[in-house]
Nanobody, 121 residues
């Protein structure tokens, strides 16, 4: 069993900051890429940021310069530091990890349950 547990969401005013965390636990052999996605009401889920096991990052144009993704491989945890938040950042944020679990010989994606981020005055 593999679990992804997110934390750090909430309500923040425009211009504020939040830090999301996602801890991966369970029968893990190795974790490859990790990332954050978001889904606003009535919209499709979209990529926010990804990070490889070596630390290379990729961001959606809409968050470049404001969001920073990082990971702690020793803790199997990925973070998303969100600064200068805008109302259009309001969404449910989902953590993703592509990993190999015990007893499985291939990489497959796992998802967290999602955490709500609301940016409003």
């Amino acid at each position: 069993q593999v679990q992804l547990v997110e934390s750090g969401g909430g309500l923040v005013q425009p211009g504020g900051s939040l830090r999301l965390s996602c801890a991966v636990s369970g029968s893990i052999v190795s974790i490859n890429g990790m990332g954050w996605y978001r889904q606003a009401p009535g919209k499709q889920r979209e990529l926010v940021a990804t990070i490889t096991s070596g630390g290379s990052t990729n961001y959606a144009d809409s968050v470049k310069g404001r969001f920073t993704i990082s990971r702690d491989n020793a803790k199997n945890t990925v973070y998303l530091q969100m600064n200068s938040l805008k109302p259009e950042d309001t969404a449910v944020y989902y953590c993703n990890a592509n990993l190999v679990s015990q007893g499985v010989s291939y990489v497959r994606p796992y998802w967290g349950q999602g955490t709500q981020v609301t940016v409003s005055s």
